[in-house]
């Protein structure tokens, strides 16, 4: 956790471990990120509770799962309105059940290499409606008429070690 209890819409972003948490972390490489620290990414909702993109579709799950390792929260990092806050965790709760996606992996590696197969992918991966986590909380602010990029990239091409970027 953080010094200052994470507040509903905050975001965090975490170290995953085993085989999914080194394939994210080669992907993320690969994509032009480094050896980011971070692989996933989730959006506190309040009431003690977490969204977070899955495998399996998007979960609603307690904060307390990620209790026993290093989370880098964007509480008084990423400034917000209460009703920014508000609309951030309804977004998120919006998503529940929200199906994941590797393609969305192929859409980041062909814009970072600028393949042509990149605005046909993004078209295709846009959609499914399919998210991976980053895509998740990057989805939610801007749901909520909040852009943490200035690029105002589309949320697809977010990686978790992205967000950590905003962060550190």
């Avoid at 010094?3 to 080669?26: C, E, K, Q, S, Y």
């Avoid at 989370?71 to 529940?96: E, H, M, N």
Wanted: with cysteine; proline share 8%; charged share 15%.
């Amino acid at each position: 956790m953080t010094a200052t209890p994470p507040l509903p819409g905050d975001f965090a972003v975490v170290r995953m471990g085993g085989r999914t948490g080194r394939l994210i972390r080669i992907g993320q490489f690969l994509n032009g990120d480094g050896f980011a620290d971070y692989e996933h990414a989730f959006v506190h909702v309040g009431d003690g509770e977490l969204v977070e993109a899955q495998p399996g579709g998007a979960v609603l799950r307690p904060l307390s799962s990620y209790d026993d390792r290093p989370a880098l929260w964007s509480t008084g990092r990423v400034p917000l309105t209460d009703g920014q806050r508000s609309a951030i965790a309804a977004a998120a709760r919006s998503y529940v059940g929200t199906p994941y996606s590797f393609a969305d992996y192929l859409a980041l590696a062909a814009v970072r290499l600028h393949l042509p197969i990149g605005p046909p992918l993004r078209h295709y991966v846009a959609s499914t409606r399919h998210m991976i986590c980053s895509q998740l909380v990057d989805q939610c602010y801007q749901d909520a008429g909040v852009h943490l990029f200035t690029d105002h990239r589309w949320p697809g091409y977010v990686t978790p070690a992205d967000l950590a970027g905003l962060l550190l």
